[in-house]
């Protein structure tokens, strides 16, 4: 089958840095796993960090890929949430190979059905992003989704336009929050707009006169999903008391959680997308629960897909072009990629 692959850890302008290679076909899925033919992909920043991390000489080829959308072929003896012909959306799980292939196993627990209303394209953006801003906002923070009961309180999403702010800014104002979003450029901050944001501030310039200029003291909630230690101080100063910082990016070095942190009693979320699949953790069927509620939502028009541009077929020149656009950090959305010709 047709894949895209690594074989050696090279920079994103070297050519061999992802390979066009013909790799056998995963053949019948066993256990829980579904067997899924994948018509379109998103691009993540997992994906570049996976790609430059260090590996063997000798190791196998590399299948990245962790956003799809595509068909159910087959399914094993354990799944009963799917059928053959099924349409399918997933982000998958980071230790198996990924969804740059024709065909792949994925585990169904971990799988939704894809929103009807949208083409393959268009339901390969949102997994990966959706799940992220999901499980930190109501499974780790355990903020109510429904019945906007966060209205009168202000929730600050740093890194609006990327990936997962364009979704996390969506779930924020459904759940009533008043959402203030960063971004820098003018094309971002109108995207963090359409996305739902009532203001959007530059985070290259100081958060606390900008929030104050709107009349907003302190935030109750924070999402960094940019740079865990660039943010820290700022936020410790930014957050009222008893507020809840979210934060999905490995800092660089030690964060000083006493005060300012410690005297407002602030609550650190860590959110990490593939820790379900990873562990097996017994809930992992929640991600299945979250990616079919999303689909209703999406077709019920409560929200919307975040993809931003499709880059064409699945092919290496073409995820080469998507990994080179998330490393230089300025995606907007999501980037998707559909088709094998
Ligand atoms: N833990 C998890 O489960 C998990 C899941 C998903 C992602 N992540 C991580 O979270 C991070 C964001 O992922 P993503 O998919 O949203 O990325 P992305 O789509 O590549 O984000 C791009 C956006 O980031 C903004 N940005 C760039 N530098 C920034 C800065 N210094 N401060 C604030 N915003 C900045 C840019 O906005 P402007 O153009 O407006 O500057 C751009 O629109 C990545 O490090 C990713 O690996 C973790």
């Not at 019948?28 to 992909?41: E, K, N, T, Y």
């Not at 691009?43 to 590996?55: E, G, L, M, W, Y």
């Amino acid at each position: 089958m047709k894949t895209v692959a690594l074989t050696r850890a090279l920079p994103i302008d070297d050519p061999a840095a992802l390979l066009d290679l013909e790799l056998p076909h995963p053949g019948q899925p066993s256990g829980h796993d579904l067997l899924v033919q994948v018509r379109a992909v998103s691009v993540n920043p997992v994906d570049t960090k996976q790609r430059r991390a260090a590996r063997a000489d000798d190791a196998p080829p590399r299948v990245l890929g962790f956003d799809a959308a595509g068909v159910v072929e087959a399914v094993g003896p354990e799944v009963t949430a799917f059928a053959p012909g099924d349409e399918v959306y997933y982000a998958g799980d980071v230790t198996r190979p990924g969804c740059n292939a024709q065909w792949q196993h994925v585990d169904a627990r971990v799988v939704g059905r894809m929103p009807t209303t949208l083409d393959f394209a268009d339901a390969a953006a949102l997994p990966l992003t959706t799940l992220t801003a999901w499980e930190l906002l109501f499974d780790r923070m355990r903020l109510y989704f429904d019945d906007c009961r966060h209205r009168g309180q202000t929730l600050l999403v740093i890194g609006g336009a990327g990936g997962v702010g364009s979704m996390a800014i969506q779930l924020a104002r459904h759940a009533g929050f008043t959402v203030v979003a960063t971004a820098s450029r003018p094309a971002s901050v109108d995207w963090c707009r359409r996305m739902g944001a009532q203001h959007v501030i530059d985070h290259h310039q100081p958060l606390p006169p900008q929030l104050q200029a709107l009349g907003i003291s302190a935030v109750n909630v924070a999402l960094n999903l940019a740079d865990t230690d660039a943010y820290w101080d700022v936020l410790g100063e930014l957050m009222a008391p008893q507020g809840h910082v979210g934060l999905i990016v490995e800092p660089r070095g030690p964060l000083r959680i006493g005060d300012p942190y410690k005297a407002k009693c602030i609550s650190l979320h860590w959110e990490f997308m593939f820790a379900r699949a990873r562990f097996g953790t017994a809930d992992m069927v929640e991600q299945h629960r979250i990616l079919n509620r999303v689909a209703s939502l999406v077709d019920a028009g409560e929200l919307r897909s975040t993809a931003n541009g499709t880059l064409g077929a699945i092919n290496a020149a073409n995820l080469r072009e998507a990994h080179r656009q998330l490393e230089a950090g300025s995606v907007i959305g999501k980037l998707t990629l559909a088709g094998w010709e």
